[in-house]
């Protein structure tokens, strides 16, 4: 069976502030989230994209501006049953596309672990990335948390500008020890409260701020508290 890092982890935490924090109060622009069953985007989806992307058994293909196409073929018979391949087992599907950036987001699953690939509509240039980011409140950025405790971590947060095509990584922050990070709100596109879960020789929760100023991004610690499981 193909085990992907979202099952294990969702992004919940980031996920669960995103809607109205990031401002996007016009329809028409909302991300528009796919429900994977099976390995195939389910019905509202494909309604809802109709005609940016098709699906014939394992190969998916994305519509791209200027007539043009991009192709991802997997091989779910090598994930289950008696044929299991573990180098060869991986299957793709969408899982949101973002208007206000005209992105996919496709769903890269392997037997273990696995990863998204934000995927330009106009140049089909493609960011690999280890969790579902979300957009800031202006589109100007995007944020990813990693949160697996599964899978290598890459990074614990990752941001990166969505101001050129692909996005321009601008920030990675990888903690030597065990680190949980989650948004609290997003104050601007630039400004960002987080709180992250500290498990060390102590446990305890760290506030922060992560900002950008004309030097880049910085995280700045705050004040710690007691962790309540």
């Not at 690939?117 to 493609?126: C, K, Q």
């Not at 498990?199 to 710690?224: F, H, I």
Request: aromatic share 8%.
């Amino acid at each position: 069976m193909v085990r992907s890092l979202f099952a294990l982890c969702l992004f919940s935490g980031l996920l669960g502030v995103a809607g109205p924090a990031l401002g996007q109060t016009d329809p028409a622009q909302a991300p528009i989230v796919c429900n994977v069953e099976d390995h195939v985007e389910d019905a509202a989806c494909r309604t809802k994209l109709k005609g940016m992307f098709t699906r014939k058994g394992d190969t998916l293909t994305l519509a791209l501006e200027g007539g043009k196409s991009k192709s991802y073929v997997g091989n779910l018979a090598a994930c289950d049953g008696e044929n299991v391949d573990v180098a060869k087992c991986m299957v793709f599907s969408v899982k949101t596309y973002f208007p206000r950036i005209q992105s996919y987001l496709i769903e890269r699953g392997l037997y273990e672990c696995g990863n998204v690939l934000l995927v330009s509509r106009r140049t089909g240039s493609e960011t690999a990335m280890s969790e579902i980011p979300v957009l800031s409140p202006n589109a100007q950025y995007l944020l990813s948390i990693d949160q697996s405790d599964a899978c290598d971590r890459n990074y614990d947060i990752a941001v990166w500008s969505t101001q050129s095509d692909p996005p321009k990584l601008e920030f990675k922050y990888k903690a030597k020890r065990y680190e949980n990070w989650e948004v609290k709100a997003w104050e601007s596109d630039t400004q960002i409260r987080m709180k992250a879960w500290i498990n060390d020789k102590a446990s305890y929760d760290q506030e922060a701020l992560l900002v950008r100023n004309d030097r880049g991004w910085t995280l700045k610690l705050g004040r710690k508290t007691e962790h309540k499981d």
